[in-house]
């Protein structure tokens, strides 16, 4: 384990002020709802790009992904690869029109209030079991980030780990509760550049020749660790396994704090632009996690050890290889990526309570300054719950964000992508698909064996594009006014700016 020392702890204390600082300038800058929740649509392609990808990778593509590699070897590519063409795919066919369409739609803030101004929704219903969903998910999904921040203070500085998960909170709300949108898209640049560089500097600096050479090393190991289509133990990989492992990528289009940053690029000529940025990030990134793994296998194996935790690889070749100085900086990368994501969770998390509960259903007249305050309490308030759940030391952080992706995946890909395509589909189709996607995912992930062992995405985004489809048609489709305002989004492509 690595030994708490002043170099370690000083980087540390130095980055953290420096993100503290990003958050304060931010916090002057924000003046009303719009500004705290979407950065007044002002983010240009780099930031708009680096905070999605940031956000979206958080602590799981330091820890869990490189865990994952490090016992399945080549068969993480399966993963890593539906997340690549999942990243693709969401800029291509949601960026551009969910960005015009939350505009057109009278300036929606929130996933939640659009499709609920989108399908015309005068009852509150749609809007409010869609934020329900959204806080339940990002419980688990902020959990999963402040037990990576636990795992590494603990190891970092020898914390009890209760401790360490108390005080990797504490870092990461205290900047998203003052700067909000901007200082959460800010500091995400800052620290998902450092991520990219730590994953592929890490690796690079381990190796001891070539890619072949860590291959051969590697298959006297374990051949199997070198196979595609094969498991560790040689057993050929079935299609549920391949399946469950790609169908990550589905998860994208539901992603409320990804699709937060393509509502507040500041306009759609800069989308093609951040699409190259966001995916050449994350094949950088993600290559990168897959070696680290890797040549911590190698490494671990040739050291005569043994690993505990898996998802500790990275912090165990940083503390062997480098300076303490040097490991500081990309330990910090660690918490860069915890941070980037749990921020921009609370935040989203904050939004549903403050715009979609508390405006929508209380005080529909309150003003805005009233919403940022809301807000800012639903991120304390929030961030204590996701604390009592990361308590369990046992947690994993690849298993916590499994399940929430896959909840929003299936509760709001299938009635985001119909809503920008569709123009038949109506309220009705948009309830049934939000509730049978979210219910799907929670039923099946307590069931086990044959099909069941297929990640819950995939029935869940089956079931509910076919649920939005039915109930869409058996309920005789848009209304004319519904279908008039879907054709005037769609000119607006062309024109808006």
């Not at 939350?102 to 749609?126: G, H, M, Q, V, W």
């Not at 890490?202 to 072949?212: L, N, Q, R, S, T």
């Not at 299938?414 to 569709?422: E, G, I, Q, V």
Request: hydrophobic letters at 50%.
């Amino acid at each position: 384990m690595i030994e708490s020392n002043y170099a370690i702890t000083g980087t540390f204390i130095v980055y953290l002020l420096g993100m503290l600082a990003i958050g304060y300038y931010a916090y002057k800058r924000t003046a009303s709802s719009a500004d705290y929740f979407l950065g007044g649509r002002s983010l240009g392609p780099w930031p708009a790009a680096i905070s999605a990808g940031a956000s979206d990778m958080s602590g799981w593509l330091l820890l869990g992904l490189p865990g994952y590699a490090y016992v399945a070897g080549i068969e993480s590519l399966w993963l890593a690869g539906g997340l690549l063409l999942g990243t693709w795919a969401n800029w291509q066919f949601c960026a551009k029109r969910l960005r015009t369409y939350t505009i057109e739609t009278d300036n929606a803030l929130t996933i939640p209030e659009y499709l609920s101004r989108r399908f015309e929704d005068n009852s509150k219903l749609l809007q409010t079991i869609a934020a329900f969903f959204i806080l339940l998910f990002f419980l688990f999904y902020t959990s999963s980030g402040l037990v990576a921040g636990g795992k590494l203070f603990e190891t970092v500085f020898g914390l009890d780990y209760q401790i360490a998960v108390v005080a990797g909170t504490v870092c990461i709300v205290s900047y998203t509760l003052f700067g909000g949108f901007l200082a959460v898209s800010w500091t995400d640049l800052v620290q998902g550049l450092l991520m990219a560089a730590a994953l592929m500097f890490v690796p690079i600096a381990a190796m001891e020749g070539g890619f072949g050479q860590l291959g051969q090393d590697l298959s006297a190991i374990n051949p199997e660790l070198l196979t595609l289509w094969n498991d560790i133990n040689g057993e050929p990989l079935s299609l549920v396994a391949i399946a469950s492992l790609a169908a990550w990528g589905l998860g994208y289009f539901g992603q409320p704090h990804i699709l937060a940053r393509f509502k507040a690029t500041r306009s759609n000529k800069d989308i093609g632009t951040a699409r190259r940025i966001a995916v050449s990030w994350s094949l950088l990134s993600m290559a990168g996690a897959v070696m680290v793994g890797m040549v911590g296998l190698l490494y671990v194996q040739q050291q005569g050890d043994a690993l505990a935790d898996s998802e500790t690889i990275f912090m165990v070749l940083v503390n062997a290889l480098f300076h303490p100085v040097i490991a500081g900086i990309l330990l910090a990368a660690i918490l860069a990526a915890i941070m980037s994501t749990a921020d921009s969770q609370l935040l989203v998390s904050s939004s549903a309570l403050a715009e979609d509960f508390y405006r929508r259903v209380f005080r529909p007249d309150a003003s805005s300054q009233s919403i940022v305050n809301v807000g800012r309490f639903a991120v304390i308030a929030l961030s204590v719950i996701a604390l009592i759940l990361a308590f369990n030391p046992d947690s994993t952080v690849l298993g916590l964000v499994s399940y929430a992706w896959a909840g929003f995946g299936a509760a709001f890909g299938p009635a985001l992508l119909f809503s920008l395509y569709w123009r038949n589909m109506n309220r009705n189709g948009a309830l049934a698909g939000v509730l049978t996607g979210g219910v799907t995912v929670v039923v099946w992930k307590q069931l086990s064996g044959g099909l069941f062992d297929l990640y819950e995405i995939v029935p869940g985004f089956v079931f509910a594009s076919l649920a939005i489809v039915l109930v869409s048609t058996l309920t005789g489709g848009a209304s004319t006014s519904v279908g008039a305002t879907f054709d005037r989004y769609r000119k607006s492509l062309d024109t808006l700016d």
